[in-house]
């Protein structure tokens, strides 16, 4: 294992030497929060591949294939459904509003007023995805190192922490780019080949295996009916996302990058599949579906190879925990903080404003750490995060960009109201069933609608400035004044 060891102490200290040269370039509140919109197509679509995939779809997905074979990569399948959609469909748009965060994009379709409210529930769902990738320490630390739960989690979420307040963006982008290779070369070039050999190839595995592990719909329609409306629908509207379509050079670059990062993630989720389906042969009897990645890693592969192939797995969980963590503090200082306080932003604070930022990324990284330690299931707490996602934010967010009629007393009602009916829901029936997102999305939009069309339609000037905003006709939101020229 020595040479494990070495490979991973390499690549974490890589990540920490990436964060201080990102600090050199974070300069600037668009510097450090989006990357000052630079991206171009093969970083966005490098990063944005990353910030999706995370443990989840790596540690977790090859666990449901182990559970349920081919079938198992639905749950990734559907993000990576939802990256095409959002962009094909949305992302030129998003890019071309020039804002920081999706509340700032609420304020500008309907007029303001509707910041705050959304900001409490978009920063609920970034700080417990965040958590949940955090947990996630955990579990690979332990593989590598045998270290204490507790411990590991410190371990990874401080070197996280480190780099995402050095450089924001910057050093995010490129330690996602890392990460993104990495990924690529230890999950789909090493691992899936070898763990397909040693299982005998597909013959053997379909030979030993039952015929419903080779079936597209065996883990059940409902099931992917759920994943749809969590996942392909989160990938629309969330902080996270949005935030690295708001790093795109052009809207050009933000269609066809995250065109090509949601084929990636579909190429991903049947790698991932496979490898737990073979998994399942080699390892009939494994407590926990969850130990098919870990366990086919440290039986399976030579030393060097496996410790590239558990690098990969930290490179899942870090591109989303510090995805998820600048999301967090974004929206913690731009849309609950700076409002509640009611602070004017001074014209000129560039610099003071990032280490505002900077700030922020670090006590939300605290939280982060201190949530994690306290809690113990990744999936209850992913759940919690996608059904606040969806049940509180998915219709006013597309209702805004889809309908001219929605009303920001609309926009508030359905907040409330599907945040309440989720929470509510979770409560009665349970964290892990399927009502709460059901219901919640359904009274969400019932009460866009109904008090929509009962109030006062959104002023026509602020759906003039909306248009052009969405046309890129317009500077920079007030946050950021645009300079005068020289």
């Known amino acids: 294992m020595a040479v494990d060891y070495l490979v991973i102490v390499v690549y974490l200290a890589g990540m920490l030497a990436m964060g201080w040269w990102g600090m050199r370039r974070a300069r600037s509140k668009s510097e450090f929060l989006v990357a000052g919109r630079r991206l171009g197509p093969a970083m966005y679509s490098g990063t944005m591949a990353a910030v999706v995939l995370g443990g989840a779809s790596t540690i977790g997905g090859v666990g449901l294939g182990y559970q349920y074979g081919l079938s198992g990569a639905w749950m990734v399948v559907t993000i990576g459904l939802g990256l095409l959609a959002l962009s094909v469909f949305f992302s030129a748009r998003i890019a071309r509003l020039k804002v920081y965060t999706v509340s700032e994009m609420l304020d500008l379709r309907y007029g303001g007023r509707a910041g705050v409210i959304s900001g409490v529930v978009m920063w609920a769902y970034t700080l417990m995805l965040a958590v949940t990738s955090t947990l996630a320490y955990a579990t690979i630390f332990d593989v590598l190192f045998d270290l204490n739960r507790t411990v590991a989690i410190v ?39 070898v763990a397909v050999v040693k299982a005998g190839g597909f013959a053997q595995m379909r030979a030993e295996l039952p015929a419903s592990y080779f079936d597209p719909l065996g883990i059940g329609g409902e099931t992917i009916f759920t994943y749809v409306l969590i996942y392909t629908f989160g990938m629309l509207i969330g902080q ?8 795109a050079r052009s809207d050009r670059t933000a269609r066809w990058g995250g065109t090509v990062a949601g084929t990636y993630c579909l190429a991903y989720a049947l790698a991932g599949a496979v490898i737990g389906t073979a998994a399942k042969v080699l390892y009939p009897k494994l407590g926990s579906a969850d130990d098919a990645f870990a366990t086919i890693v440290k039986d399976e592969l030579p030393a060097g190879v496996r410790g590239l192939v558990l690098a990969a797995a930290l490179a899942a969980v870090m591109s989303t925990s510090s995805g998820a963590l600048i999301a967090c503090a974004t929206v ?71 309908w001219r009629r929605g009303t920001v007393q609309g926009a508030l009602a359905s907040v409330v109201v599907g945040g309440v009916a989720v929470i509510t829901l979770m409560a009665t029936h349970g964290i892990l069933a ?17 008090v929509s069309l009962l109030t006062r339609p959104t002023d026509a000037a602020v759906l003039a400035a909306w248009r052009e905003r969405l046309a890129g006709r317009s500077p920079e939101h007030a946050s950021e004044p645009v300079p005068a020229p020289q």
């Open 434 to 450: 399927n009502e709460p997102v059901y219901y919640g999305l359904a009274a969400s939009l019932a009460a866009y609608v109904v």
């Open 155 to 193: 371990l990874g979420g401080s070197i996280v922490v480190a780099y995402s307040v050095l450089g924001g963006m910057w050093s995010i982008t490129l330690t996602d780019m890392v990460q993104f290779v990495v990924k690529t070369v230890g999950v789909l070039l090493l691992l899936l080949p």
């Open 332 to 402: 913690a200082n731009n849309d609950i903080w700076s409002r509640l306080r009611g602070a004017v932003r001074p014209s000129g604070g560039a610099h003071d404003e990032v280490r505002g930022n900077r700030a922020f990324i670090l006590l939300m990284g605290l939280a982060v750490i201190g949530t994690a330690i306290a809690l113990n299931n990744v999936v209850e707490a992913l759940t919690v995060a996608y059904n606040l996602l969806v049940g509180g934010l998915l219709v006013p967010i597309l209702g805004g960009l889809l």
């Open 240 to 247: 996270d996302i949005w935030q690295r379509v708001f790093t």
